[in-house]
């Protein structure tokens, strides 16, 4: 597949100045891309029905009209084949997980540098879902502090881990890593629309919409004791 992809991405954002930005950032790092702009959220709600064949969405969590993460939940309702992506100047960690859980495909803040806004858009038009590390590393951390308080994120009830199969649980246990599934097939030797299906399963299986979830819900997994079966 490569990089001759035309992508088609339409940037959500009431700032003309950071719209200009984030088109750059795509041209240079897409020269073929095609990039679409709005301002609000009705026009992007428009623009998306009139081209479902966007690649991408990349939604400012403020604009007008937004109210929220409630825009997020719209433009999912009217256009759920479309991934999402929030950029934001907001990187609450609460925030970023609420938008991931609500369909949500990554979270770009706006103070990332170019060369990563680059590469976080690659790995979400790769197919992968992509968040800044730092809050990954958190998320890690708080789920060790509260290892068993675990209201917030639901633990996965040992007999679905029981129902994935070994190889799923080698790929569970990367992505939990934060693997992308190119690394992921690369460590497993196995190809990446194999590791895609197995994430499918992995997701369908453990009842979670999306692969930060999976991820979360399997932070505290001790992955030996169930491999060793």
Do not use: W
Request: with cysteine; hydrophobic share 40%; net charge negative.
């Amino acid at each position: 597949m490569g990089n001759n992809n035309v992508y088609k991405i339409l940037i959500a954002d009431d700032h003309p100045l950071f719209r200009e930005a984030i088109t750059n950032v795509i041209e240079s790092g897409f020269p073929e891309a095609e990039t679409f702009e709005t301002e609000d959220l009705e026009s992007a709600l428009e623009l998306a029905q009139q081209h479902d064949d966007l690649d991408l969405v990349l939604l400012d969590l403020n604009m007008p009209g937004m109210n929220g993460l409630n825009g997020l939940i719209s433009l999912r309702n009217e256009a759920p084949t479309i991934p999402v992506v929030i950029v934001s100047a907001e990187d609450d960690k609460q925030i970023v997980l609420q938008a991931i859980t609500c369909g949500a495909v990554g979270f770009i803040s706006k103070s990332s540098p170019r060369a990563q806004m680059t590469e976080a858009l690659q790995q979400i038009l790769d197919g992968n879902v992509y968040l800044p590390s730092d809050i990954i590393r958190q998320t890690e951390q708080d789920s060790n502090r509260r290892n068993r308080r675990s209201n917030e994120h639901p633990q996965i009830a040992p007999e679905l881990l029981s129902s994935l199969t070994r190889r799923q649980l080698l790929v569970l246990e990367r992505m939990a890593k934060g693997e992308s599934n190119k690394q992921i097939a690369y460590n497993l030797h196995i190809a990446e629309t194999t590791v895609k299906a197995h994430v499918s399963a992995i997701l369908r299986k453990l009842g979670v919409h999306n692969r930060v979830q999976a991820i979360l819900s399997a932070s505290d997994i001790d992955f030996a004791q169930y491999l060793r079966r």
